[in-house]
Nanobody
Framework: QVQLVESGGGLVQAGGSLRLSCAVS????????MGWYSQAPGKQRELVAS???????NYADSVKGRFSITRDNPKNTMYLQMNSLKPEDTAVYFC???????????????WGQGTQVTVSS
């Protein structure tokens, strides 16, 4: 009904940059908050950055000043610009979106399949 597809992950050297994209498709009435989460091996999934429909952003302390989250509402797409990458940023990155599929339905959270980001030292 709703699909989230991430792209843009890959292998990069420390200090490099990557730009992740998350495209939302399917039955969409509106999209509320969106966010990027990371999950490193053996660790819990944690919030990296989030953005409201009005463009208000929130970042984990570990990425402040290095990562930037944006969204293109007409395209139902969210981005994560990752600069000055560090080996500890290595993880699978998942996008999440709170989506209303019908006007009078409550919003539900949907997840993408994840994209691997590997930062070599």
């Amino acid at each position: 009904q709703v699909q989230l597809v991430e792209s843009g992950g890959g292998l990069v050297q420390a200090g490099g940059s990557l730009r992740l994209s998350c495209a939302v498709s399917g039955t969409i009435f509106s999209i509320n908050d969106m966010g990027w989460y990371s999950q490193a091996p053996g660790k819990q999934r944690e919030l990296v950055a989030s953005i409201t429909s009005a463009g208000i952003t929130n970042y984990a302390d570990s990425v402040k000043g290095r990562f930037s989250i944006t969204r293109d509402n007409p395209k139902n797409t969210m981005y994560l610009q990752m600069n000055s990458l560090k080996p500890e940023d290595t993880a699978v990155y998942f996008c999440n979106a709170e989506v209303k599929t019908r006007r009078f339905f409550g919003p539900e959270h949907y997840w993408g399949q994840g994209t691997q980001v590997t930062v070599s030292s």
